[in-house]
């Protein structure tokens, strides 16, 4: 069962967004912080070099930080993952030799609470909060050094129209620039006609939300009796 009408294989079943906070549906703060959601840092073991992987990626965090205007970087709230305490990176440590000043979220509220005192989220890889966000509403900006070509090439469109639209950006510096233009204007943007009409798209396919999720989970377990 998918979270949304998208259905990868053929004993796939179009569902619904199955995970719902228990403090109900998401809220932003629209005279809120700006919450950036930092990536968990490696703790298996993988046929690849995860460490360097990862290091490319805090220096890619670190770009877009210093690439925002000061006012900006007053207002962001950098939620570190719940790992980074015990992991060795330091994360806490590095981002204060960056700037004293930068407000850290240490995992210590829950997803929806850090939304909920939060005017934007950005996501800095691709997760369920994406998905979660997108279908209720919250604004998101996102940037990833994952390459939209490594999604199936049915999904793809749809990633295509958040980079047109300014919801996901390839670079940091875009990123930045992007959050630049719109931080006075947050709301007008992402209730614009475009955006709209990219959202409505991308969460039929990926996270549609469910008004009655019990029943509609029990039809779609029933199995007729052929």
């Not at 930080?65 to 709230?77: C, F, H, M, N």
């Not at 950098?78 to 980074?84: G, N, Q, T």
């Not at 709301?187 to 409505?200: A, F, I, Q, T």
Request: hydrophobic share 40%.
């Amino acid at each position: 069962i998918t979270w949304g009408a998208h259905t990868p294989y053929p004993n796939s079943k179009g569902g619904f967004i199955f995970t719902f906070p228990v403090e109900g549906m998401l809220r932003q703060n629209k005279r809120g912080n700006i919450l950036l959601v930092q990536l968990a840092p490696p703790f298996q073991r993988y046929h690849y070099d995860a460490h360097y992987e990862y290091s490319m990626y805090r220096s890619k965090l670190e770009t877009f930080y210093k690439e925002l205007p000061s006012t900006i970087r007053r207002d962001l709230a950098i939620r570190l993952p719940v790992l980074s305490a015990t992991s060795g990176w330091m994360d806490d440590e590095r981002w204060r030799e960056i700037d004293p000043m930068i407000k850290i979220d240490n995992f210590d509220r829950s997803f929806a609470k850090a939304v909920s005192e939060s005017r934007l989220v950005i996501f800095t890889y691709f997760s369920t909060g994406v998905l979660e966000c997108m279908c209720q509403g919250v604004p998101i900006i996102c940037f990833w050094r994952q390459n939209i070509e490594s999604f199936s090439p049915k999904v793809r469109p749809l990633f295509e129209l958040l980079k047109v639209n300014g919801i996901l950006h390839e670079t940091p510096q875009k990123a930045a620039k992007h959050i630049d233009a719109i931080n006075f204007n947050i709301e007008e943007w992402w209730n614009s006609v475009n955006l709209v009409s990219c959202r409505k798209k991308f969460t039929e396919q990926l996270a549609r939300l469910s008004e009655n999720p019990n029943k509609q989970l029990l039809n779609m377990l029933t199995f007729e009796k052929g």
